[in-house]
C-alpha cells in the first residue's frame, strides 16, 4: 500500500517570493507521482507528474518538482509565485494500481 | 483539455433522502471513473472505482448499499447516497480517465459539497 504525507497544512508566502510545498510517499513497489492543484470553486488540475526518466519534472504555471528516490521525496517548488497561484495543492502516488492516494493537501496563499 | 462536469456543486438535504451526483466527460469517452470523498483536512480518500457496463468496485471500508454506483455510459457516472444521514456530509469529488490517448492523466469534476441536516 502507499501513502503520501504533505508536512504543511498551510504555507502563506509574499508574492514574488520562493516557494516549496514538501511530499513525502511511502510505498513497497515503484511509483508514479502526481501534484494536482485546486483553485476555488473548480476541479483538480493536473500540474505535473513523474513517471520515469529525468527527476526534475516541469509542470504548468512555471512549477516544478525533483523526485528523491533515497528520501522518498517529491517537493514542489516555483521560484516567484504570483498572487493567482493561490489554490490548494495535493500530492498523490499511484503504485501498482491505477488508483491514486491523494495527501491531505496544502493550502498555499499568496499575499501582496 | 478534456473536461468532467459534475452535478450538482452543492447540495443540502434532510436526514433520511436520498441523492444523487452526476459525473459526466463532455469531450473524452471514460471507461473507467473514479469516486472520491474528502472530509475536512483530510486526503481525498477513494470510494469506489466504475467500469462502464459493469458493477462498481469499492474499497474497503465503504458501503456498496449506501453508496450506489452506476456507470452506463461511456460520458456519464452516477453517486447516489441512499438514506442520507449527517456523518454523510462530505465532499464528493470524481475522476475520469481518458479511454484514448491520455492513458497517464485523470481528470476531475469540480466536487460536490454535501450537507446533510
Known amino acids: 500500500a502507499q501513502s503520501v504525507t504533505q508536512l504543511d497544512s498551510q504555507v502563506p508566502v509574499f508574492e514574488e517570493a520562493p516557494v516549496e510545498l514538501r511530499c513525502n510517499y511511502s510505498s513497497s513497489v515503484s511509483v508514479y507521482l502526481f501534484w494536482y492543484v485546486q483553485y476555488p470553486n473548480q476541479g483538480l488540475q493536473l500540474l505535473l507528474k513523474?513517471?520515469?526518466?529525468?527527476?526534475l519534472v516541469k509542470g504548468i504555471n512555471g512549477f516544478e518538482a525533483e523526485f528523491n528516490k533515497s528520501q522518498t521525496s517529491f517537493h514542489l517548488r516555483k521560484p516567484s509565485v504570483h498572487i493567482s497561484d493561490t489554490a490548494e495543492y495535493f500530492c498523490?502516488?499511484?503504485?501498482?494500481?491505477?488508483?491514486?492516494?491523494f495527501g491531505k493537501g496544502t493550502k498555499l496563499t499568496v499575499n501582496p | 483539455g478534456a473536461v468532467v462536469s459534475q452535478h450538482p456543486s452543492r447540495v443540502i438535504c434532510k436526514s433520511g433522502t436520498s441523492v444523487k451526483i452526476e459525473c459526466r466527460s463532455l469531450?473524452?469517452?471514460?471507461?473507467?471513473m473514479f469516486w472520491y470523498r474528502q472530509f475536512p483536512k483530510q486526503s481525498l480518500m477513494l470510494m469506489a472505482t466504475s467500469n462502464e457496463g459493469s458493477k462498481a468496485t469499492y474499497e474497503q471500508g465503504v458501503e456498496k448499499d449506501k453508496f450506489l454506483i452506476n456507470h452506463a455510459s461511456l460520458t456519464l457516472s452516477t453517486l447516489t447516497v441512499t438514506s442520507a444521514h449527517p456523518e454523510d456530509s462530505s465532499f464528493y469529488i470524481c475522476?475520469?480517465?481518458?479511454?484514448?490517448?491520455?492513458?497517464?492523466?485523470?481528470?476531475f469534476g469540480s466536487g460536490t459539497q454535501l450537507s446533510v441536516l
Open positions: 475522476s475520469a480517465r481518458d479511454g484514448g490517448g491520455n492513458r497517464e492523466k485523470l481528470f
Open positions: 513523474y513517471l520515469s526518466g529525468s527527476t
Open positions: 469531450d473524452f469517452q471514460a471507461t473507467t
Open positions: 498523490a502516488v499511484q503504485g501498482g494500481s491505477e488508483k491514486l492516494v
